[in-house]
């Protein structure tokens, strides 16, 4: 059997760069073809090299794997023809540098309601908006690791089948969390932070919820996420905690405080050293001194803040100059309690929110995004009959600047 005929499992990386901020995007494509699926370029053939466990890299130019349009891919069309109606929604309007599905366009040739590709609106004015119909990768350089994650394995006998392209699989959604054009995105409009459950949230958690809110393989991603910037000896504020912390095995630290709204589960997470029961959206101001934590970790809990200037302005002054803030989330939250923005995102759109919070601080660098999916469900999970898949995990972090 050659690897043309067999199926195995890939790791693809997509490396690339944005305005002051550096992104991996990565999935697990399983059981891929070798015979009958599409991938990416030049990579199909230097598999064929590979053994189980082996990495490579291939850099693409722009264009080279999202081609550019060859029409001008911005184009300036009547306000009129954003027609939210058209696929059967009301309350939505353009905001610049947002994505909407191409089926809210009307009267733009080869396109039609039932089209849910994102286009990207870079431009609102009284009666036109310019709008951006390329992907979102189009005209960036990339780089694409790959990965043979097994053996492979011989396929069972051909009868048909689904062709499967994986370039577009595994860049679905990929640069949507970047600006365009270094263009602040209006993610502010609209009460962006209102909430469907306005009562004070000491109220919604009151009681203690003892459940994980990610599966065992997202919660070991976000362990391998924290890795990368947690190390021994540090003193590390665990914002918006709960009765576990996953940070990484192993790890002895200094300091470990969680801040959350219920004491009972803070004080049965055995990672904290110390604890404060604070509600940051009625009281944004850490109680924590200047210059004190090397890292700040929030896990699933970004899109409950109302005030997220504020948050992150406070959690820049407790950090230690060089110090970190990262957060990490997916695509599950507490309807009541998540604030209206984010619920309208695509999930990637998600990263660039969490990004602009960043940048409007201006008290961090060396901004990252981090991405992957594709990863299998535990069976043990009970979800796994209704998604087989992980769920997803996004995480966004920078350093705060030094003086």
């Known amino acids: 059997m050659t690897r043309q005929e067999g199926i195995g499992d890939l790791l693809f990386q997509i490396h690339w760069q944005s305005t002051a901020v550096r992104h ?33 890299a291939v850099d693409f130019a722009p264009g080279e794997l999202f081609p550019l349009d060859g029409r001008q891919p911005v ?40 089209n849910r590709q994102p286009f990207r609106c870079v431009e609102v004015n009284p009666d036109r908006i310019a709008v951006d119909l390329g992907h979102p990768l189009a005209g960036k350089p990339l780089s694409v690791t790959a990965t043979l994650t097994n053996t492979v394995q011989q396929k069972k006998e051909e009868r048909g089948g689904v062709l499967r392209d994986w370039t577009e699989i ?37 009681q203690p919820r003892m459940v994980q809110h990610l599966d065992d393989v997202a919660l070991e991603q976000v362990r391998q996420i924290y890795a990368q910037v947690i190390k021994d000896d540090m003193r590390v504020l665990d914002l918006m905690s709960s009765w ?26 055995s990672a904290l050293t110390d604890y404060q029961v604070h509600d940051l ?70 990263m660039g929110l969490v990004l602009e919070y960043f940048h409007r601080s ?19 999970d009970k979800y796994y009959g209704q998604m087989p898949f992980s769920d997803p995990m996004y995480a966004v972090w920078g350093q705060k600047v030094q003086n």
């Open 170 to 206: 595994i860049a679905e959604g990929v640069g949507m969390q970047a600006r365009w054009q270094d263009r602040p995105t209006d993610f502010f409009s609209d009460s962006p932070f209102a909430r469907p459950d306005e009562n004070v949230d000491a109220r919604f958690y009151a």
């Open 24 to 56: 991996t995007d990565t999935y697990a494509a399983l059981s891929v073809n070798y015979w009958r699926d599409l991938l990416p370029g030049r990579i199909q053939a230097i598999l064929a090299e590979k053994q189980p466990g082996e990495s490579f």
């Open 244 to 269: 576990h912390s996953h940070l990484p095995p192993g790890a002895r630290l200094r300091q470990v405080t969680g801040l959350g709204l219920n004491a009972h589960e803070l004080q049965k997470n």
């Open 75 to 114: 184009r300036t069309l009547p306000l009129r023809q954003f027609d939210p109606q058209s696929i059967g929604l009301s309350d939505m309007h353009p905001r610049a540098g947002r994505f909407y599905p191409k089926g809210v366009l009307k009267d733009v040739a080869g396109i039609f309601s039932v």
């Open 281 to 350: 959206n009625s009281n944004p101001t850490l109680p924590f001194a200047d210059n004190h934590y090397d890292v700040i970790v929030c896990c699933v809990s970004v899109e409950y803040l109302t005030a997220p200037f504020d948050v992150f302005a406070e959690a820049a002054r407790v950090l230690k100059p060089g110090g970190h803030l990262l957060t990490v989330f997916s695509n599950r939250w507490f309807p009541p309690k998540a604030v209206r923005i984010w619920t309208e995102l695509h999930e990637f759109e998600r």
């Open 362 to 380: 201006r008290a961090f660098s060396n901004l990252q995004t981090y991405s992957i999916r594709g990863l299998m469900r535990p069976q043990h």
